[in-house]
Each structure stands twice: as C-alpha cells, then as structure tokens.
Nanobody, 123 residues
Framework: QVQLVESGGGLVQPGGSLRLSCAASGFTLENYAIGWFRQAPGKVREGVACIRTPDDSTYYADSVQGRFTISRDNTKNTVYLQMNSLKPEDTAIYYC????????????????WGQGTQVTVSS
C-alpha cells in the first residue's frame, strides 16, 4: 500500500521547536519531490517547504524562511521538517505530499490528503 504518514505535531509555546516526520511506505521517497503544506482554520492550504530530487534542492515560503528546514533521510525513507522559532501564525494542520515538482504558496486541493499532523503554537 502506497502511503505517507505525518507525525511529530503537538502543542508548543511561541519560540519553541518541533520536528515533523513524513514516513513513506510502498514507494521510495527519494524518487520524488516532497513538499510540506499547511492549512490553518479559515485559510487556504499552502506549500511551505519542499525538497527536490535528485539534487535535494530546497525551497521555502517567505513566511518560514530561516526558521524551517526540510531534510531527507533515504535510509529511513523519511522526510523531516525542523521548525524553530515557532509563532502562533504557524498553527495549522501540516501535510506532506510526494510529487514530481515543488510547489510553494497557495494550492487548490482536489483530493484527500489524509489527516496530517496538528501543530499548535500557543502560550
């Protein structure tokens, strides 16, 4: 079965850190561009970070540049999103997606992306 499973979300205080994981089963992540997307209540879903294949070039939304880092561990077939200096506006459900290209910014969702992982930044 081909699937991606996100984990690592939670409640964190402003200024704190979290590391999200995106684990793949049924296919090899390193053959795809992997993007992290997020959707806050009442807002459109947006791509915030992406790592491309095969050169592992990375791309970030302006809102997370310098605070978030996306990385890939091919031995674990997992992509990570290290999130530092978290802000309340980072509160959202985070999803990972495998694709042929990287997408940063607002997206139109036409299919089920699964449950994602909830990140809440609050004091």
């Amino acid at each position: 079965q081909v699937q991606l499973v996100e984990s690592g979300g939670g409640l964190v205080q402003p200024g704190g850190s979290l590391r999200l994981s995106c684990a793949a089963s049924g296919f090899t992540l390193e053959n795809y561009a992997i993007g992290w997307f997020r959707q806050a209540p009442g807002k459109v879903r947006e791509g915030v970070a992406c790592i491309r294949t095969p050169d592992d070039s990375t791309y970030y939304a302006d809102s997370v540049q310098g605070r978030f880092t996306i990385s890939r561990d091919n031995t674990k077939n997992t992509v990570y999103l290290q999130m530092n200096s978290l802000k309340p506006e980072d509160t959202a459900i985070y999803y990972c997606v495998a694709d042929s290209v990287c997408v940063i910014g607002p997206v139109v969702v036409t299919s089920d992306w699964g449950q994602g992982t909830q990140v809440t930044v609050s004091s």
